[in-house]
């Protein structure tokens, strides 16, 4: 069965291979297990730069930055890309098939069982 919110998620993973604590993660910062997988709503640079005070962003994104540079945190999916056509009649999504192949899809047509689990 499609899960038709899935793609309106970013999807991190602690590959640190120990518990970690990321400050960062909305909304006040997340502990995550070895190989963790955290779902996060919309994209993450979005929510990490609407923090309140403007030094706060820049530091949780550095943070993310630093985190990823590290192997600590790996970043599995994020929101799908989704375009309309220039008559506004067609509307497509983004995705890779189980071959690791560009395809385009109906939004939110993600079926978990003919395409790779972003987890």
């Known amino acids: 069965m499609a899960d038709k919110v899935a793609s309106l998620h970013t999807v991190v993973k602690n590959i640190s291979g120990t518990r970690r604590y990321f400050g960062f993660l909305p909304p006040h910062g997340r502990w995550l297990n070895a190989n963790e997988t955290r779902a996060i709503p919309g994209n993450i640079i979005n929510s990490l730069a609407t923090t309140d005070e403007a030094r706060g962003s820049e530091r949780n994104i550095k943070a993310l930055k630093s985190a990823i540079r590290n192997d ?36 939110g047509a993600i079926d978990s069982d003919s395409y790779s689990d972003p987890v």
Do not use: E, F, W, Y
């Open 72 to 107: 600590l945190l790996q970043i599995r999916m994020t929101p799908a890309l989704i375009l309309q056509s220039g008559d506004h009649t067609l509307v497509k999504q983004l995705a890779l098939d189980n071959n690791g192949d560009l395809i385009l899809i109906d939004p």
